[in-house]
């Protein structure tokens, strides 16, 4: 269970509460800030993120979903301008909301960008993408079949576009992962880097398994 008992992480904690209010998460109408946001902070926790990285995984989504809110501003006078920074770090690209750029366009760009990121926003990233395709994208695929890929709406045409866009996006996701991390490593010697470096795994294990379903 994640700990609030910081008061940045708190800070972040009850403005991404605020900012994604009544937003469901894909294919769960479930909440999205606590079986999606609240899980990813949780993963950053565990694997030795610092309270920054843990407020940006809180609040990682909201310059892309809730772009009318002011979530910049808002991110950065509650919980600072580093934080802010890597929050902007794992934000795709386009102005946010329903007016986000095309789909192949912001996992293409998002891909090269993590040839440049922090290691905190890696964390964050790899922590994002893992919860997503263990928690939600496993369990739907393990239901439904191919049919879970049609969530992806934008990723394709049909259901076997989406899927094989979808599939291709984390296998490219995993490969941009491990290069970042070797380079960090030649140049940074901060303890997280073990940690980002089994959630990558995990998170390859997962892709693995949708590649073979």
Same mark, same amino acid.
């Given at each position: ?24 998460? $894909? ?6 800030? /606590?079986?999606?946001?609240? $899980? ?8 030795? *993120? /610092?309270?920054? +990285?843990?407020?940006? +995984? ?22 600072? /301008? ?11 690209? *386009?102005? *946010? *909301?329903?007016? $986000? ?19 905190? +926003? ?6 994002? $993408? ?84």
């Amino acid at each position: 269970m994640l700990s609030i008992s910081n008061p940045l992480v708190e800070r972040a904690y009850n403005l991404a509460e605020y900012l994604h209010q009544g937003q469901i998460r $894909k294919g769960t109408g479930l909440p999205y800030f /606590s079986e999606h946001l609240v $899980k990813v902070a949780e993963i950053v926790e565990n694997a030795g *993120g /610092s309270e920054k +990285a843990i407020a940006a +995984a809180l609040l990682h989504d909201t310059i892309e979903d809730q772009p009318s809110k002011n979530p910049r501003q808002l991110i950065e006078e509650q919980c600072g /301008s580093e934080v802010l920074s890597i929050v902007l770090e794992c934000t795709e690209i *386009g102005p *946010g *909301g329903e007016d $986000k750029a095309p789909w192949l366009q912001r996992k293409q760009s998002y891909l090269s960008h993590l040839n440049v990121i922090s290691a905190s +926003a890696l964390l964050v990233s790899v922590a994002d $993408k893992l919860q997503s395709a263990r928690d939600d994208l496993a369990c739907h695929v393990e239901n439904r079949g191919d049919d879970a890929y049609n969530i992806f709406k934008k990723a394709g045409r049909d259901t076997m576009e989406r899927k094989a866009n979808t599939l291709w996006f984390h296998r490219s996701l995993v490969e941009a992962f491990r290069m970042r991390i070797d380079v960090l490593r030649m140049s940074n010697e901060d303890s997280v880097l073990d940690g980002i470096a089994k959630l990558i795994e995990e998170f390859n294990e997962v892709v693995s398994w949708l590649e073979q379903h």
